[in-house]
């Protein structure tokens, strides 16, 4: 093979053509003291920083150590931690040996953690503290998985298992130098797995050149200051974490605040007052919970003052949704109540920085959009699936957006949509295919090298891209009617009250709804309106008030929906739903299948007369 031309940098000319441990040499070389990784200490809250010198010097005793305990070049290594500096500099260490390190879900089931585990037939697992080797100990002594040592992060909890702590006790070798960094673009970078709404998570792999290609592609429709600073809160086995929280600051030698617990986030965002913030749709939706919630205990004037700005907001926004020129009348009032209202509020709770609001992984509810649109912050909203690498199409400040779509294709793919309505993409950013427990890949795309993502979408005359369900999850009722579940799922969503909905009427006449009361927002309202909430959720979902003005709300909704999706029955619930009780993904996507048979009493009952 003909080595690929290179810079006076020693990077190759073709910036897709780099490699992660090119670009951790070049910060380390060009950026020695820029801080690079940022964390908080577990005992006193304090933060500690690593700068690109010491991430490169860290992570080259941190491979030595790795590599006294067997792995080498194309081994699979997985991973399971929250968001603490071992997992992320592990990650980098593991890259620059030319191993392959896998992330799992922190709240991963025990029979999906074996699925993986036989899958990526790893002999090396590195998991956080004493409940992580409970679960993982079992797969020692499992003949069908090859896994033969855990690492164990938190110290005093090994169990007689290998401590983290000593691997970077062990000396770094002679000659081990030219042992780091040799990997080439088209070796895999990772495998990520899929979150599983069906099915076994299938394992995708990604190489260096996907990877790359990807991150060139989103600085073309992202415009951030340089050395930019991210939060990491989301598990780094999601796509979007692996990409904004290792991958894409690689890239960019920009620097990352970890946060190990993400229901901390919103004191994180407080102290790094973010340039960007990313949010799959239900942390923006309960952002904005907890914001208007705030709001409707505000006296009448000052609400009128701020309703009054989030107007001028959305009127500025929507000229540059347009593509114009504000008129220079608005400007001014536009830049009136940002100073005087606007500014202020964002500043309590760190936002005041942000320029750009990003959000993907599932479609976003369009009040939500408006929402933050009446503070002048626009969330580009994107699209994108593990096997793209992440995102395939992307709002944008510089290149256009549309807001309640998911933008247009970025540069490292393209799109088009199948006479079926399935959206189908192909390009330098879609992943090899899928990981054999052999170590061979099975394809993901056809001949033509198009991937079916299972998503349906339209694409308009301007090339922006509307999302309207997953292939798998439309609604077939009876009388032969598609529905979008999201579509009707979403407009039930607006009201406040509701944090969480779940459309149900495959092969029925109608459709019923399981409604969630929203754990923020629903106090408040009670508040307000004089219902008493010391009986917490359990107490407001039996309370008339609150089923009153949940009638109002589905009716609210069925109002803008055509006959065929409107909800005719529904049944208020008080417990949200989340990872750690099974309804959701570690991603929060619903687990439609999961929710149906918890609930499946509750939604024949509906059907009852």
Known sequence: MTPAPRTTSGLPEAPADRTLPQLLARNARTYPHLPALSWQSADTGGWSTYDWAEVDEHTRHLAAGYRALGVGRGDRVLLMMPNRP???????ALVRLGAVPVSVYGTAAPEQITHIA?????????????????????????????LETLVVAEPGAEGGHFPYAALLREPVPDGFAGELDTARPEDPLTVVYTSGTSGDPKGVVLTHRQVLSNALALDAVVELPP????????????????MLGIYLPCHRASHVHLCADPTGVAAVVRKVRPAQFFGVPRIWEKLSATVRGILSLMPAEQRKVIDEAFEVGREHVGYRERGETPPAALEERYARVREDVLLPMLAAGGLDRVTWAASASAPMPLDVVRFWAGFGIVIMDAWGLTETTGVATSN????????GSVGRPVESVEVRVAGDGEILVRGASVCSGYLRPDGSVLPAVDDDGWLATGDIGRLDEDGYLWLTDRKKEMIVTSTGKNVSPALVENALKEHPLIGQAMVHGDNRSYLVALLVLDAEAAPAWAEANGVPVDGGPAGLVRHPAVLAETDRAVAAANARLNRSEQVKRYELLAEEWGPATGELTPSLKMRRRIIRDKYADSLSGLYQD
């Open 86 to 92: 071992e997992h992320w500099l592990s990650d980098l």
């Open 227 to 242: 050395h930019v600073e991210h939060i990491c809160y989301l598990p780094f086995a999601h796509i979007a974490e692996r």
């Open 396 to 403: 944008s400040p510089r290149a256009g957006f549309r807001l």
């Open 118 to 146: 036989r899958n990526c037939r790893a002999r090396l697992a590195v998991v956080d503290g004493a409940a992580q080797v409970a679960v993982w100990e079992p797969l020692l002594s499992d003949g069908e998985t090859p």
